[in-house]
């Protein structure tokens, strides 16, 4: 180990930490010691049996800060830094073990060389005293040490209970590149690590859409996992320069605060997705999880060696998530840009059978229908054949085929991924639109509530369930609605001009809560975005629902003005319900394409 590992080794394991604790506990003991001794008349000895302790303490501190971590269950060994790692935390929360102990070492060391002075004095009664305070001291020793192999916590930090299932949510990790242009990248990194942690069974991760709302909001991790109702938070940085990156990553209590584990990666860029995999494993040990041989394999993110098709590819996924035209067309280009330098890259086929597909579903490039087709299948078939395991493939397939009209083979791609990866909420969601599509309401609405149970937060899942139970006059959509509304008004306090959140919450606000308020929501989220096909198509279901008629047929005018629409959908749509009897609502539908 040269110069430059020992002195990272040491940082890493907190060392210094205790050296500065220790220099200042040494100088609060002296201060006191002096005026102390004088006060009492005691011998001038007493002044250097504390000095010669203090320096018997420091090496013990330091030893034992080198070699234990105190964290929430007790103490433990600092692991050895991996072989694969550049640099890295061991999950200390501080110098606070090293201290206790050092003090140990020290209490136990000083009654020793008290009783030995004393006994060259000839003071029969400091003898007997500092036998007792010595007794006491390594009986105190003894009991701190036993209740640590039991595994309670030197520090006040309260683990999950053992019978509370384990639940984490993965927040953005934040950008700390010289030139804050990365933000893509990290967004990117978190992705990936949730998807990876949701294939992991008795273990719930937070929706992507509950977590990263939290981006860039200064909030306290313990008032974040009250928000979202996991025990854990997986937070970190990304720092990338050049062919390196540094990734820190920290397991938060989210009771407390307190670091359940952390580690620092500085690696090249290509060992990204083995960082990612070696993170994913690490908070399942924390969490103390046992993985099936299936669930390992779904830690193992493959991925792509080519630094420049993986960055494109998170650009892409980045751009798919702004659910916008403009978003769609980005995220194309970027698909097929990773594509051309990877053509291996599982993944990135996937992404481009899912851009073609949202394009498609809304009728947004008419002209190439014909060639956007052929390439979302070609794409969604090729991220299968590279990667048969990969659960978000099968969900892109499944969607393509769907849109084919190929319903058969569409329900079994999705009963796969669900088999694959039953923690992966999209293919709940996206099965139940295929199944609403085909006219299988009640089907639809069990994926639905599958869905909602992974991501209590998906207010999207449970308004569209809200509208099916309200269509079918079942009497459970009052309840459905209670947690739709939750969940749109937690969405709604963190960011107000959530247009989604707005026109699906106000439409279930306008059947079960206050009208008033949901036919404002509805207004607002049309003057944000005022030719958005999905805006006003949702906002024609709210005001049909409200009663508002000539309303709700202006809106949906406008909405198929934009040549956009999905008649199959339109014609099961239960919102429509109260204007099927109306010339205009038919001539509307009439300009819809299949």
């Known amino acids: 180990m040269n110069l430059s590992q020992l002195v990272e080794e040491l940082r890493r394991r907190r060392v210094f930490r ?37 320096g018997l303490g420091f090496p013990v501190a330091v030893a034992l800060a080198w070699a234990f971590d105190l964290k929430p269950t007790g103490i433990e060994r600092t692991p050895p830094v991996a072989r694969t790692s550049g640099a890295g935390g061991s999950g200390s929360t501080g110098p606070g073990l090293a201290m206790v102990l050092g003090a140990l070492g020290l209490a136990a060391a000083a009654p020793g060389l008290v009783y030995y002075f004393a ?27 036993a209740r640590s192999r039991r595994g309670a916590p030197f520090a006040p930090a309260a683990v999950p209970a053992a019978t509370e299932a384990p639940s984490t949510a993965v927040l953005p990790f934040a950008d700390l590149s010289p030139a804050k ?129 993986y960055e ?28 051309d330098l990877d053509p291996g890259f599982a993944q990135a086929h996937a992404g481009l059978g899912d851009t073609n597909f949202f394009i498609l579903q809304w009728h ?30 099968r969900v892109s397939h499944a969607n393509v ?9 569409a329900e079994r791609d999705f009963q796969s991924a669900l088999v694959l990866n039953p923690a992966l909420a999209d293919a709940y969601y996206y099965y139940a639109r295929h199944l609403f599509a085909a006219g299988r309401l009640e089907e639809a609405a069990r994926r639905l509530e599958e869905a909602a149970e992974r991501n209590p937060d998906d207010y999207s899942s449970l308004c569209l369930l809200v509208s099916i139970r309200h269509g079918e006059h079942d009497a459970r959509a009052a309840e459905v609605a209670v947690r739709a509304r939750a969940a749109v008004d937690r969405r709604l306090r963190l ?19 206050d009208r008033a308020l949901g036919l404002e929501r509805l207004r607002h989220a049309v003057e944000l975005q005022p030719t958005d096909f999905g805006t006003l198509y949702n906002a024609a279901c709210g005001y049909a629902n409200g009663g508002e008629y000539e309303l709700a047929l202006d809106m949906l005018d406008r909405a198929v003005a934009t040549g956009r629409g999905f008649r199959r959908w339109m014609e099961q749509d239960a919102d429509f319900d109260p204007l099927r009897g109306s010339p205009r609502f038919q001539e509307i539908l009439a300009r819809v394409k299949g």
């Open 401 to 409: 085929l769907s849109l084919l009209g190929r319903a058969d083979e």
């Open 364 to 393: 947004l490039d008419e002209v190439h229908a014909d060639v956007l087709r052929a390439e979302a299948l070609a794409a969604s078939e090729e991220a299968l054949r590279l990667d048969p395991e990969l659960a978000e493939a």
């Open 181 to 309: 242009d990365q933000d893509y990248f990290c967004d990117g990194i978190a992705e990936e690590l949730l998807n990876a942690l949701c294939g992991v069974s008795g273990l719930r991760v937070a929706a992507r859409s509950s977590s990263f709302q939290f981006k860039g909001k200064p909030m306290d991790s313990r008032e974040i996992s009250r928000a979202l109702g996991v025990s854990t938070l997986l937070e970190g940085s990304v720092r990338k320069a050049g062919n390196r990156v540094r990734v820190s990553a920290q397991l938060v209590n989210g009771n407390d605060g307190y670091q359940l584990w952390s580690e620092t990666f500085d690696r090249g860029l290509e060992d990204i997705f083995a960082i990612q995999e070696e993170i994913a494993q690490a908070v399942v040990r924390a969490l103390k999880l046992r993985l099936s041989t299936q669930e390992e394999s779904r830690l193992k993110r493959a991925g792509t060696r080519n630094l420049q098709a």
């Open 495 to 513: 960011n107000p001009d959530d247009v989604r959140a707005l026109y699906m919450g106000g439409g279930a606000e306008v059947m079960y809560g």
């Open 312 to 339: 494109m590819y998170l650009k892409g996924r980045q751009f798919l998530a702004g659910v916008n035209e403009n978003g769609y067309r980005f995220a194309r280009q970027m698909f097929k840009g990773a594509i």
């Open 18 to 54: 205790v050296l500065v604790a220790y220099g200042i506990v040494t100088f609060a003991v002296l201060q006191v010691v002096e005026p102390v001794m004088h006060g009492l008349h005691l011998p001038e000895w007493v002044l250097s049996v504390t000095v010669v302790a203090l």
């Open 119 to 145: 006994w060259r004095t000839g003071s029969g009664q400091v003898r007997t005293a500092v036998l007792v305070a010595g007794a006491c001291v390594l009986v105190a020793a003894a009991a701190l040490f």
